[in-house]
């Protein structure tokens, strides 16, 4: 088995380079805030980046900001005059993201929302091409069911951290609560015959997710 650090650092060497503001955000986040693992990162914010490069979606929600990083990966592939509406509920988090935006030349594009995800999303009277879920873990589900019908038949849903460090597969964690959450959304999704969806195994596992039909009855 090669060395995981070897090839993560092969991995990092062969893709394309991280955005100077990217840069600077990683090493604020990691100097200043709690759980600064929780940031995407240069590998993860490529794929999303790629992803709605592909996409060019007219409008991205985001549930879960953080300091920022993902969002402004995503918002580099919006169509024309398109928009990102983030959400987060730590307002303490909401200067440093807010910086980075301006710093990136993309605030203009980007509106931020502070609160309860599950009380903000009605309020957004936009319909979404791309949504990226990783937020509470208990909550995906209600996530799932907010904007699910927001979505047109073709648009997206991507959620992180959906392997949970391992613990889908640990019948030990089954009942912790976060894990719960995650495993009941894994078997949404899965037992949803309006979508279809892969697992793509990078970091921490990211849930891919189409929609092909409004109801079942469509198929």
């Given at each position: 088995?090669?060395?995981?650090?070897?090839?993560?650092?092969?991995i990092?060497?062969?893709?394309?380079?991280?955005?100077?503001?990217?840069?600077?955000?990683?090493?604020?986040t990691?100097?200043?805030?709690?759980?600064?693992?929780?940031?995407?990162?240069?590998?993860?914010?490529?794929?999303?980046?790629?992803?709605?490069?592909?996409?060019?979606?007219?409008?991205i929600?985001?549930?879960?900001?953080?300091?920022?990083?993902?969002?402004?990966?995503?918002?580099?592939?919006?169509?024309?005059?398109?928009?990102?509406?983030?959400?987060?509920?730590?307002?303490?988090?909401?200067?440093?993201?807010?910086?980075?935006?301006?710093?990136?030349?993309?605030?203009?594009?980007?509106?931020?929302?502070?609160?309860?995800?599950?009380?903000?999303?009605?309020?957004?009277?936009?319909?979404?091409?791309?949504?990226?879920?990783?937020?509470?873990?208990?909550?995906?589900?209600?996530?799932?069911?907010?904007?699910?019908?927001?979505?047109?038949?073709?648009?997206?849903?991507?959620?992180?951290?959906?392997?949970?460090?391992?613990?889908?597969?640990?019948p030990?964690?089954?009942?912790?609560?976060?894990?719960?959450?995650?495993?009941?959304?894994?078997?949404?999704?899965?037992?949803?015959?309006?979508?279809?969806?892969?697992?793509?195994?990078?970091?921490?596992?990211?849930?891919?997710?189409?929609?092909?039909?409004?109801?079942?009855?469509?198929?």
């Amino acid at each position: 088995m090669p060395d995981p650090v070897l090839l993560g650092k092969y991995i990092h060497n062969h893709i394309s380079p991280e955005d100077d503001f990217l840069k600077e955000l990683d090493r604020e986040t990691h100097l200043k805030v709690l759980r600064s693992r929780m940031l995407s990162g240069h590998l993860q914010g490529q794929i999303l980046s790629m992803i709605s490069c592909m996409i060019r979606p007219k409008c991205i929600l985001e549930i879960g900001t953080f300091t920022g990083y993902s969002a402004l990966c995503l918002a580099k592939g919006l169509a024309e005059g398109g928009q990102l509406h983030t959400i987060e509920i730590d307002d303490e988090l909401e200067s440093i993201a807010r910086k980075y935006f301006r710093k990136s030349g993309m605030d203009d594009r980007i509106f931020q929302h502070i609160g309860d995800a599950q009380k903000i999303i009605p309020t957004i009277e936009k319909s979404f091409d791309l949504v990226f879920i990783d937020a509470d873990k208990r909550e995906y589900c209600d996530y799932y069911y907010l904007v699910f019908d927001r979505i047109p038949v073709g648009g997206f849903i991507l959620a992180d951290n959906i392997l949970w460090d391992g613990k889908v597969v640990d019948p030990e964690a089954a009942n912790e609560e976060q894990t719960r959450g995650i495993l009941d959304f894994n078997d949404l999704v899965q037992n949803d015959s309006r979508v279809r969806n892969v697992i793509l195994p990078v970091r921490d596992g990211i849930m891919m997710v189409q929609k092909v039909s409004e109801s079942a009855a469509d198929l």
